[in-house]
Every structure is written in C-alpha cells, then in structure tokens.
C-alpha cells in the first residue's frame, strides 16, 4: 500500500488514518432472534443472496474522523 493519502474534509491531514480491512460475511439469520442460522461461503451463495461488491479498504481520517472509501483519500 504505497499511495499517499489526504483527507478530503479537513484537507489538511497527510499523515493519520486507520486503514481497515473489509472481509465480509455472509449469513442467514432468524429473524425474531438473530441467530445466525447459516453461513455461507462468497463463491456458493445461494440464489437469494447477493455477493458483496463493496471496497476491500475503507479508510478513516485519525483527525476528524471521517470514514469513506480509499479512492476518496488518494492524493492526485
């Protein structure tokens, strides 16, 4: 991960922010409990669920906070 990042709201900070991992997991809840009643693998979902198309990062400013995705936060 070599990119340079700025904050797009404060514009100021260069050099601070969490860097986080997105690994999702898919799950079949009970919905008067909230137990998970199945897992599923993100290759073999059923045909009901949708695969997860988000960013893999997001990145939040160690500033001010804010939390986006990384392309928001690459310097050009």
Do not use: W
């Not at 898919?26 to 693998?41: C, I, M, T």
């Amino acid at each position: 991960m070599a990119k340079t990042y700025v904050c797009p709201r404060c514009k100021t900070n260069r050099s601070r922010f969490h860097i986080m991992e997105q690994s999702p997991q898919a799950v079949k809840l009970n919905p008067e409990s909230g137990e998970v009643v199945q897992e599923f693998d993100q290759h073999q979902l059923d045909p009901f669920h949708i695969p997860y198309k988000g960013p893999t990062y997001r990145i939040q400013c160690g500033t001010c906070g804010l939390n986006e995705e990384e392309r928001l936060f690459m310097s050009f």
